[in-house]
């Protein structure tokens, strides 16, 4: 009998909650551990990222506007979908050279990472929020609130960990995201959309886009109607100096984490969450 | 038949529609604040390391009072040469000291400071007019006082630190570049230096070159007060002098308020680099009026938003979006308002508007004023009188002004208010969101869940619900989008001056 030829998986970008193929039609080639080809990845382009923001901006009131309560379900529930597909991930994970014990330990480190976030949605707001003794005759209190769309530069080698590390705070804070997939490994990025468009994440919520980073990460830095930029991966100071002043244009807050260690304990806390917040402080009068 | 007739009055109280008329029933007598015991120098030296130094290139700028176009003194201009010995002395100070100091005790400098303000406060309140154009009765009840307060209120953090962020050990900083801006000079000092010196940390603080006489003054104070050598450093010069402190190497964190363009090029400077920073930049702040408000308090309160201190106020309500039931009473209500405002010199305790801070301020509100009708908005100033010399500018409104016209878009920072009308909730929020800013808005309704409901959707750092303008060392300030990164004020303004470890 001859062998079952297997079906293969296209791997496509995730935005507003489908996934569509870079509009320019281009791709670049994905390997093993072995140098041995895998797929064909999408080479997006500014156009992609540009629908990614419109995407993610047109998510942000809604998911910024759920409850507390919600959001920790929610993202309880991509843990839940991510145990279901965890040998999806372990096979993808060991193709790019982890072991079995090495794929195993980051897939559960991704998914406690996630409930980890999800019962801090409820959580944050208590103990990073004030309330104000003003003197004057003012009730005056402070809350946290989400800065807006987010553009994310995934950790380049830690293509699960890494990634769900970065995105999990930036979503449990009600910021929505357009994320650049590790470029040497793009593919657990792609199965993670997966999970995140069957654990009820509104589309748009997180966007995920591959490609090669240098092509990136001028868009990444220069939109206007983006917020905020993460990295987490030691740049060369050329880099840096150009997200920096991009990101000048518009005053976007630059968030520079270097993380190279994602079991590290200080690679998950809430101050996490807190770099992708704004402080937001209402007065009213207190009188009859 | 007697022959005396009582004069008609205009004004009748029990009138909804009645005219506030104060002018016709009396007149102000001036009422000058006595300049005669604040000493003003001739010139004043930099403050670096405890002294009062030449600058190297030994160059003086003028400044002026922008309430009679005299000059008052001259400031040194700080070059690279004095700006680096600046840095050295904040950076020995650092590294010596201050550093070794109990946190406790560096508390009670900071407390000294807060106390010898109180002492001092109406001579600096003098200054500030003279210097900054603003009305007695802001810099005396408003500014001085509440620099103080924020001295006060930071004072007690700078041992209690590690109560501030769970889980984390905070550490100093380091040796931080602040620069402040011209609005409100002493207080915006308080809000830079309070924070900084609490969590450990030493300083070079640039104050604006228009208004750099209270910083000296404080200066002195530093010296009396008989902190540390370099712990506070005070550089005075221009936009270059500024320059240099955002790019000294050795400076680890900077610290600015003034505008969003500003704001944009330290942003950019920076680049590159590990330094912190905070930026306090513009804002367009809206007021959204509904049916439903106590309309003469509003009315009250959007004078305050906008007309307090000349409009020279980053977070000021400069636009007002008012339901279009009430709006052509607003506007009369507002325009009645308008005319009882007295602007005058800053140093009369009458005046409710005092000079703008300078000639170059002077003329971009001006060229503002003419592009607004340029646009075709409809304007509308007060008619009072304003002194011969100096400079003034009537409280102003602009109406029929639509979403994209420059005068509704961009930050004006003067006395002038646009109004446009709004039907639902939902399109008042959408006006109010439309700017590239996001410092302040207010919300003007008898209903709570009204003022919870637009409070949220405003995408704005201060959220001022019936009232307006109000500020306080407790409370955190600061603005989203382009008006800026980070805050200043209460505990979390303390995370900008430390590292969490």
Same mark, same amino acid.
């Given at each position: ?204 919520? /997180? ?47 630059? /968030? ?33 | ?16 529609? *009645? ?17 005669? $015991? ?17 600058? *190297? ?143 450990? $940390? ?147 305790? $009458? ?97 709570? *869940? ?18 307006? $303008? ?32």
């Amino acid at each position: 009998m001859s062998e079952r030829i297997e079906v293969q998986k296209t791997y496509k970008t995730y935005v507003g909650g489908s996934f569509p193929r870079s509009e320019s039609g281009h791709y670049y080639k994905v390997f093993d551990s072995e140098g041995d080809f895998l797929a064909n990845a999408c080479r997006c382009t500014r156009k992609d990222f540009r629908d990614a923001v419109l995407a993610a901006r047109a998510a942000f009131s809604g998911w910024s506007s759920r409850t507390s309560y919600n959001k920790g379900q929610i993202l309880y529930r991509i843990a839940e979908m991510m145990e279901n597909r965890r040998d999806q991930f372990v096979k993808e994970l060991g193709q790019i050279g982890f072991s079995k014990e090495e794929a195993d330990a980051d897939i559960n480190a991704s998914i406690d990472r996630l409930i980890y976030y999800a019962g801090w949605t409820d959580k944050y707001l208590q103990v990073f929020g004030s309330v104000n003794p003003v003197a004057s005759s003012h009730f005056n209190f402070s809350i946290l609130e989400p800065t807006g769309v987010v553009s994310v530069l995934a950790p380049e080698a830690s293509p699960l960990l890494g990634l769900v590390s970065v995105i999990s705070p930036i979503i449990a804070g009600g910021n929505t995201c357009i994320v650049h997939a590790s470029e040497q490994y793009p593919l657990p990025a792609i199965s993670f959309a997966e999970v995140l468009n069957s654990s009820d994440v509104p589309g748009g919520v /997180v966007n995920i886009i591959t490609g090669i980073r240098s092509e990136l990460v001028e868009h990444f830095s220069s939109h206007m109607d983006v917020n905020s930029i993460l990295y987490t991966d030691e740049l060369d100071k050329e880099t840096k100096t150009k997200i920096d002043e991009l990101a000048s244009n518009n005053i976007k807050r630059v /968030v520079k984490k270097n993380i190279s260690d994602w079991y590290e304990e200080d690679s998950a806390n809430p101050y996490f969450i807190v770099d992708f917040q704004e402080t937001k402080t209402t007065w009213h009068p207190v009188g009859f | 038949m007697s022959e005396t007739k009582t004069k008609e009055s205009t004004y009748k109280p029990t009138s909804p529609n *009645s005219k506030l008329d104060f002018a016709s029933l009396w007149e102000y007598s001036e009422a000058p604040e006595s300049s005669a $015991n604040l000493e003003i120098k001739d010139k004043y030296e930099l403050f670096i390391s405890g002294k009062f130094v030449k600058p *190297s290139k030994d160059r003086y700028f003028k400044s002026l009072s922008p309430s009679t176009e005299k000059e008052i003194t001259q400031f040194a201009e700080a070059t690279q040469k004095d700006v680096d010995k600046a840095v050295k002395a904040a950076r020995k100070a650092f590294k010596g000291e201050w550093s070794e100091l109990k946190p406790s005790s560096r508390a009670k400098y900071i407390y000294r400071i807060a106390r010898m303000l109180q002492e001092r406060a109406r001579e600096f309140a003098i200054a500030e007019s003279i210097d900054g154009g603003k009305p007695i009765r802001e810099s005396r009840d408003v500014d001085i006082p509440l620099a103080a307060a924020y001295f006060f209120y930071y004072a007690g953090w700078a041992d209690k630190l590690e109560y501030a962020f769970p889980g984390k050990k905070p550490k100093p900083v380091g040796v931080c570049g602040q620069i402040i801006p011209w609005n409100f000079p002493l207080l915006m000092l308080a809000w830079k230096i309070a924070p900084a010196l609490a969590c450990g $940390n030493t300083v070079v603080l640039k104050p604006a070159e228009t208004t750099s006489l209270t910083a000296m003054m404080f200066a002195e104070l530093v010296k009396d007060a008989g902190l540390p050598d370099g712990v506070v450093n005070i550089v005075t010069g221009a936009g270059q002098t500024g320059a240099e402190i955002v790019n000294h190497k050795d400076i680890d964190k900077i610290a600015f308020t003034g505008s969003t363009n500003v704001g944009k090029i330290i942003q950019k400077s920076l680049a590159g680099t590990d330094k912190k920073y905070t930026l306090e930049l513009g804002g367009k702040g809206a007021l959204i009026l509904f049916e439903d408000a106590p309309i003469d308090q509003a009315v009250e309160g959007i004078i305050n938003a906008i007309y307090f201190n000349q409009g020279h106020v980053c977070c000021a309500g400069s636009r007002l979006l008012v339901q279009e039931n009430i709006a052509d009473k607003v506007i009369m209500k507002l325009k009645d308002r308008l005319e009882t405002l007295i602007v005058g010199h800053p140093l009369d305790k $009458n005046t409710d508007i005092g000079a703008i801070n300078s000639k170059e301020q002077f003329d971009r509100v001006n060229s503002y004023l003419e592009l607004g009708v340029e646009e075709g908005a409809e304007v509308y100033q007060s008619k009072c009188s304003v002194p011969e010399s100096g400079y003034y500018i009537r409280p102003t409104l602009f109406t029929n002004v639509s979403q994209s016209n420059r005068v509704v878009q961009e930050e004006i920072f003067g006395p002038v208010l646009t109004v446009q009308t709004f039907r639902t909730a939902d399109e008042a929020i959408e006006k109010a969101n439309n700017t590239p800013f996001g410092l302040a808005g207010g919300v003007w309704t008898d209903k709570g *869940s009204k003022i919870f409901k637009v409070g949220k959707a405003l995408r704005s750092g201060v959220v001022w619900a019936n009232t307006y $303008n109000k500020f306080d060392p407790t409370s955190p300030f600061g603005g989203y989008k382009e008006s800026g990164v980070g805050r200043e004020g209460g505990l979390h303004g303390l995370s900008a001056y430390l590292n969490l470890k």
